[in-house]
């Protein structure tokens, strides 16, 4: 896969993008979305897969509880949160850390088979694929990354009132979605892994 360098929006750091394909098109990526094995969607693509036949393709949403509730989902999406907020500040990354979920792979196996056909989404695309990367060595054989994610990418053009928002692609820009909740499908702790939680997050 060709590789080729992009400047992030700070202008300070470089990141590697690599060309992937996806069934209908070409696509530069940062290697962060990078999977195992190596199956690409769009948010659009994901959405058509699902709506084409919603019996065989599963949607897994793999960010935090919070988000899939507030910022939305897709309908009928699971959510099971690959990682979780670290409350603390890396100043040097300007962003808090990231703890991932021991029990990710233990609740994804409770709700899907290893051979089942499912699109993975985060934000835009990064968790996910760091989660498809553990269900692969866990089994799993048929998970598409959506590269764009739920939110997108950013807009990058200056004169633009939503410059450096996530408002291009992405689930929430591109296909159906919903506050509507329905409890089977969202995340929530035993007794036992919030006090886990409550360990390791410091909080």
């Known amino acids: 896969m060709p590789i080729h360098h992009k400047a992030i929006e700070d202008g300070h750091l470089q990141m590697n993008t690599v060309e992937i394909n996806t069934p209908r098109s070409t696509h530069q990526v940062v290697e962060e979305k990078l999977t195992s094995l ?3 969607v769009t948010a659009l693509e994901a959405y058509e897969m699902w709506k084409a036949d919603p019996e065989r393709v599963k949607v897994l949403d ?3 509880v919070e988000e899939y509730v507030f ?3 897709a309908e009928g999406a699971v959510n099971i949160p690959v ?3 670290k ?3 890396h100043a040097d990354k ?3 850390g990231f703890e991932i979920n021991p029990d990710f792979i233990d609740h994804v196996k409770e709700v899907f088979k290893p051979d089942d056909t499912i699109v993975a989404m985060c934000r835009s695309g990064g968790r996910s694929a760091f989660a498809i990367n553990m269900l692969a060595k866990a089994g799993f ?7 764009d994610g739920f939110e997108g990418d950013t807009v990058n053009d200056p004169e633009s009132v939503f410059y450096g928002k996530r408002m291009k692609n992405g689930w929430k820009n591109s296909a159906p979605w919903t506050y509507d909740l329905d409890p089977k499908n969202v995340w929530v702790p035993t007794g036992e892994e919030l006090d886990k939680l409550r360990t390791t997050l410091d909080v």
């Open 38 to 40: 190596g199956l690409y």
């Open 62 to 64: 793999v960010r935090m």
């Open 71 to 73: 910022l939305g989902h």
């Open 83 to 85: 990682a979780f907020p």
């Open 87 to 89: 409350y603390q500040w």
């Open 94 to 96: 300007r962003k808090y």
């Open 141 to 147: 054989v048929k998970v598409y990354n959506i590269i």
